[in-house]
């Protein structure tokens, strides 16, 4: 949403080595550290983070290789660039997340996914970084994905490796299109948001509730929720952090009253 305050800490560390040094610190002197994907499904509160805040975005956490129908991807490189990397490959099944923003990492500790499917069935394998400073893998029986939600809840995701399967090169970019297609027709990606803002309670599409409870278009501040999709909130140059939580609530009060709903919020707020 590209709002918020900032991080007392920021870092970027350049290998997997420093990385394992800066949280070791963290660790050892108490001080908070989270690790920031590609920020596309997170708001900031305006105050902002207290603590450290630590991003993969050197190549050395980006690095994404095919080995026969397995794709290994760093926590740090898009999910965009996986896909394309697997698709160039011939291989099928990650295109299913097509249009999806952000990092690998983000994707796996969210379980990242749509009607076609989440990034967590792809998944053979994860290396994950403890709050210790530890290095593990953590082979695909041993994790556990649901809707929007995963397992790999370590303080670091640093690499996974995804089971494709080969497919025709036509039919796989066929689908994705389709699938993007259908994004770019429904939701407002060309605006400033962070997805959906709610899960969809089970059996319930949280945008069709907002939508006919009326409140497409309303505004609070430089935030609205989007005409073109009611579970995203979009924002203008100026908004605040402040603007758009008002907004959460205003939805949830609303769903809760009128359908006696209790939506959970679907994105990380820091
Ligand atoms: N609908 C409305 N009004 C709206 C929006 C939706 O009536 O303003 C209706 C649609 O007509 C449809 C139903 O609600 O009948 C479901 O809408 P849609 O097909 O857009 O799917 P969704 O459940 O809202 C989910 C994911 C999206 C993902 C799409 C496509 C959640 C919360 N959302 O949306 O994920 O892109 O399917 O696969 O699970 C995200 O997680 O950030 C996200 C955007």
Redesign the pocket.
Same mark, same amino acid.
């Given at each position: 949403m590209k709002l918020g305050g900032p991080a007392q800490y920021f870092l970027t560390p350049r290998s997997r080595d420093e990385l394992v040094r800066v949280v070791k610190y963290c660790h050892q002197h108490k001080i908070a550290a989270r690790i920031l994907g590609g920020g596309s499904?997170l708001l900031v509160r305006d105050e902002g983070v207290s603590g450290a805040v630590i991003q993969l975005t050197n190549p050395a956490f980006s690095e994404v290789t095919v080995t026969g129908t397995s794709v290994t991807a760093g926590a740090g490189a898009l999910l965009s660039h996986v896909l394309s990397v697997a698709v160039k490959a011939e291989l099928a099944g990650l295109e299913n997340l097509a249009? @999806?923003p952000g990092t690998v990492g983000g994707a796996l500790h969210g379980n #990242?996914?749509?009607?076609?499917g989440d990034i967590g069935q792809y998944v053979h394998k994860a290396t994950i970084l403890t709050v210790d400073g530890i290095v593990h893998e953590r082979p695909a029986e041993e994790l556990s994905f649901a809707?929007?939600q995963s397992s790999l809840d370590e303080l670091v995701i640093l690499e996974a490796e995804f089971l494709l399967q080969k497919d025709d090169p036509d039919e796989i970019t066929q689908r994705l299109r389709k @699938?993007w297609i259908? *994004?770019k027709a429904?939701?407002p990606l060309s605006s400033q948001s #962070?997805?959906?803002?709610? *899960?969809?309670p089970r059996g319930l599409?949280?945008?069709?509730l @907002?939508?006919?409870a009326g409140l *497409?278009g309303t505004r609070i501040g430089k935030a609205e929720i989007?005409d073109?999709? #009611?579970?995203?909130i979009v924002t203008e140059e100026g908004a605040s952090s402040a603007d758009v939580l008002k907004l959460v609530d205003l939805i949830r009060s609303k769903i809760a009253d009128k359908y006696g709903v209790d939506l959970q919020p679907? @994105?990380n707020i820091w």
């Open positions: 499904n249009g @999806i #990242a996914g749509g009607r076609n809707y929007r @699938i259908m *994004k429904s939701q #962070a997805g959906c803002i709610f *899960k969809n599409s949280a945008g069709s @907002i939508d006919q *497409k989007s073109r999709h #009611a579970n995203f679907e @994105i």
